[in-house]
């Protein structure tokens, strides 16, 4: 009973129900990533007469966050590519590093020196900094 109403009143748990409905008359699985998000697209390739494309869309894994999308299906979804990831042999250069989501507001983001954050006290100011006083 709570999966159902989480589905029919929110957006951010994955898919909402109208898009579970949507997902299952119109679309077509086209693949999933390694996070387990789900990609679709119109059934058959459709061309989309308001778009005049076809329309392309992720289920999201758990959370609904565009950041977990990797970059070779974010091509694929903003139409840079005709070709997903499944129909081809993707396969990142030597210099790319493993997709990683955004991780602001974690404890994994990145805390520069400095940050309170950081060290939990910012260290003083040294010579190269005057304070300004107002009426100067």
């Known amino acids: 009973m709570k999966t159902f109403f989480l589905r029919f009143f929110t957006w951010w748990n994955g898919q909402t129900f109208g898009t579970q409905l949507w997902t299952w008359r119109f679309g077509e699985l086209v693949g999933q990533d390694e996070f387990g998000n789900r990609y679709y ?3 058959g390739g ?3 007469p308001t778009l005049l494309m076809q329309r392309r869309w992720v289920v999201y894994n758990g959370e609904a966050e565009a950041s977990s999308v990797p970059p070779s299906w974010h ?4 139409h840079t590519v005709d070709v997903s990831p499944t129909e ?3 396969q990142p250069r030597p210099w790319q590093k493993p997709h990683r989501p955004n991780l602001t507001g974690t404890l ?3 805390r520069p020196t400095g940050s309170t954050l950081a060290q939990g006290r910012r260290p003083k100011a040294t010579g190269d900094y005057k304070a300004w006083i107002p009426g100067r």
């Open 41 to 43: 697209r119109t059934r």
């Open 46 to 48: 459709k061309i989309d």
């Open 88 to 90: 081809e042999r993707y």
């Open 75 to 78: 091509g694929w979804l903003h």
């Open 108 to 110: 994994g983001a990145h």
